[in-house]
């Protein structure tokens, strides 16, 4: 099987961000995407973002436009949630997003009245009904196919700082689940999801490919559901680990991380320097730790097996990527990173929200939605309850 790897622009940015639909009275996930983009389809169809639906009628899912910057990409994304507020707002359905909804039941969900859809259901049963997750995908443009193994390789060491940053998915189901990220550890349940394959080229690539089509896992590249995959049609590789960032501003944040650390590999690259990797079960033990323990993990950086809080080796990262970022034009989104580190991650407010009022998930929605419209409220929400 040959996969040609499209051109694209050498560090140029896409954006998708799963949101929820709720209802604003009760916080419980409502059935009404395809209403939704029925309502948009003619409005929105010269824009530069997208607005479609998702496995579950619950969701739909914005898309930027190429962007040169994360911030055009972040502004196009901006665009197409204005334009889907322009429904929601005058109809009852609030907009949220994190890992997973604090209390929502898998078998009060629909299906999406898609082929594709059905195929993944019928074949994946119990654990497909159960993907209640939402997520965000991070496209970041590649100037040479022989480079992308070697950048997603290395950017596998830093699956677990990615989940740490975006956890946001302590609750499952109306459990506290313990978990930072309990949807990290789900949504490798499906076929073809999880850890990339530790693949050294495009060639073995394409023979992955070839040995997954001929025995019927999958049809083609698109249904590979790594972590972080090659997008062979777009030219880009895509990082696909993170839970649903609840804010804007972390997302744009998180977008700048993944943008400079492909560009640091690629410059290594083109200076013909080696790239960190590290052994696949430590990959798969950083993984676990970060979706149990947030940012207060202690991750594997090396293929020595040193050890460093996560935390900390962000900060160090991030000194080492400045210069790179400046220069793409992602400074200021990046200083967001620091923010998480210095402020919390998602599922660390939730869960001050939810002890702050006796465990009520609904105080919780309440605070998602409010994040999500306005920015971090959690000063302001935990005043609210007295705290």
């Known amino acids: 099987m040959t996969v040609p790897f499209a051109t694209s622009a050498r560090s140029s940015v896409g954006l998708e961000w799963e949101l929820m639909l709720a209802d604003t009275v009760t916080g419980d996930l409502?059935?009404?995407?395809?209403?939704?983009?029925?309502?948009l389809e003619e409005r929105s169809a010269l824009e530069r973002y997208t607005v479609t639906g998702e496995l579950l009628t619950n969701t739909v899912e914005v898309t930027s436009g190429i962007g040169d910057t994360v911030a055009a990409a972040v502004d196009d994304i901006a665009d197409a949630i204005a334009e889907v507020r322009t429904y929601t707002d005058p109809h009852g359905i609030d907009l949220l997003c994190a890992g997973s909804h604090p209390f929502a039941q898998w078998y009060d969900q629909s299906v999406t009245d898609k082929t594709r859809y059905h195929k993944l259901i019928e074949r994946t049963q119990w654990w497909g009904r159960n993907m209640m997750i939402w997520g965000i995908h991070v496209h970041v443009g590649v100037d040479?196919?022989?480079?992308?193994?070697?950048?997603?390789?290395?950017?596998?060491?830093?699956?677990?700082?990615?989940?740490a940053l975006s956890a946001s998915s302590p609750f499952w189901a109306g459990d506290r689940t313990g978990y930072a990220s309990n949807r990290a550890l789900v949504f490798q349940q499906l076929p073809t999801a999880g850890l990339p394959w530790p693949l050294r080229n495009w060639r073995e690539f394409e023979g992955y490919l070839d040995d997954m089509v001929k025995t019927g896992v999958m049809e083609d590249a698109t249904e590979v559901r790594w972590d972080i995959r090659p997008a062979p049609r777009w030219g880009t590789i895509e990082v696909r680990a993170c839970d649903g960032m609840s804010t804007l501003p972390e997302l744009a944040a998180m977008a700048a991380l993944v943008q400079v650390l492909v560009e640091h590999f690629s410059r290594r690259l083109d200076e013909g320097l080696p790239l960190e990797t590290i052994q696949p079960w430590f990959i798969r033990e950083n993984k676990w730790r970060a979706a149990r323990y947030g940012l207060d993990a202690r991750v594997i950086v090396d293929h020595r097996g040193t050890q460093r809080p996560v935390v900390e080796h962000l900060r160090e990262t991030l000194e080492e990527v400045g210069d790179i970022a400046a220069e793409l034009r992602c400074a200021r989104e990046l200083a967001g990173i620091r923010t998480i580190l210095t402020d919390g991650a998602s599922y660390s407010r939730q869960l001050a929200i939810a002890d702050a009022s006796d465990g009520d998930l609904r105080e919780v929605v309440r605070h998602l939605v409010g994040e999500f419209r306005s920015g971090p409220t959690l000063r302001e929400h935990l005043a609210s309850l007295g705290h």
């Open 30 to 39: 409502v059935p009404r995407g395809p209403e939704l983009l029925a309502a």
């Open 144 to 163: 040479d196919v022989d480079k992308v193994f070697p950048i997603i390789n290395a950017l596998a060491v830093y699956l677990p700082h990615l989940q």
